[in-house]
T-cell receptor, first 112, second 110 residues
Framework: DAEITQSPRHKITETGRQVTLACHQTWNHNNMFWYRQDLGHGLRLIHY???????NKGEVSDGYSVSRSNTEDLPLTLESAASSQTSVYFC???????????FGQGTRLTVV | DAKTTQPNSMESNEEEPVHLPCNHS???????IHWYRQLPSQGPEYVIHGLTSNVNNRMASLAIAEDRKSSTLILHRATLRDAAVYYCILRDEGNTPLVFGKGTRLSVIA
């Protein structure tokens, strides 16, 4: 079955380190998204991509970057991790603007 | 995406129907109404969507008001597994990302 997977599921890192969270989907979807969710808050959009070599900033993109070198993967990089980036990160993909979006299980990141 | 308004929380007894309301008074003629839910410690999952007519699927029903300014997600028999945050989201014709509000936290009592 097609799926979307995130790795790692949990990570603890130190302030100032570079961290990359992986997102891989097997549906061949062009649209991929990264969200963060803080305790008691809704999901906020970080970055998104509509295809290979395409990346766009979301509402909370500062301190994050993404790259899209193939259809299946959209890794999220924290250039220099900060405690304010402690959060749960969700990756999502969808075929087109009206089709349902599929979300990964999330990565819980703690920056100490 | 146009704005939606949902109650912060609702409570239901197990095996009873649940009606989750969503107001979207500024909806445009081409906006679709999507519902997602997020179970505890999981990513959101798609529930249902519609444009004008009422819609049914294996998970739920979506009732859309005639003027489209409001809609209601109906869970016909709530189970403990339906306890989640339910998000009502309007989608326009543009290829824009999903924008999540705070949603409605549904509690199901055994």
């Amino acid at each position: 079955d097609a799926e979307i997977t995130q790795s790692p599921r949990h990570k603890i890192t130190e302030t100032g380190r570079q961290v990359t969270l992986a997102c891989h989907q097997t549906w061949n979807h062009n649209n991929m998204f990264w969200y963060r969710q803080d305790l008691g808050h809704g999901l906020r959009l970080i970055h998104y991509s509509y295809g290979v070599q395409d990346t766009n900033k979301g509402e909370v993109s500062d301190g994050y970057s993404v790259s899209r070198s193939n259809t299946e993967d959209l890794p999220l990089t924290l250039e220099s991790a900060a405690s304010s980036q402690t959060s749960v990160y969700f990756c999502a993909s969808r075929r087109d603007y009206l089709s349902e979006a599929f979300f990964g299980q999330g990565t819980r990141l703690t920056v100490v | 995406d146009a704005k939606t308004t949902q109650p912060n929380s609702m409570e239901s007894n197990e095996e009873e129907p649940v009606h989750l309301p969503c107001n979207h008074s500024t909806i445009s003629g081409t906006d679709y109404i999507h519902w997602y839910r997020q179970l505890p410690s999981q990513g959101p999952e798609y529930v249902i969507h519609g444009l004008t007519s009422n819609v049914n699927n294996r998970m739920a029903s979506l009732a859309i008001a005639e003027d489209r300014k409001s809609s209601t997600l109906i869970l016909h028999r709530a189970t403990l597994r339906d306890a989640a945050v339910y998000y009502c989201i309007l989608r326009d014709e543009g290829n824009t990302p999903l924008v999540f509000g705070k949603g409605t936290r549904l509690s199901v009592i055994a």
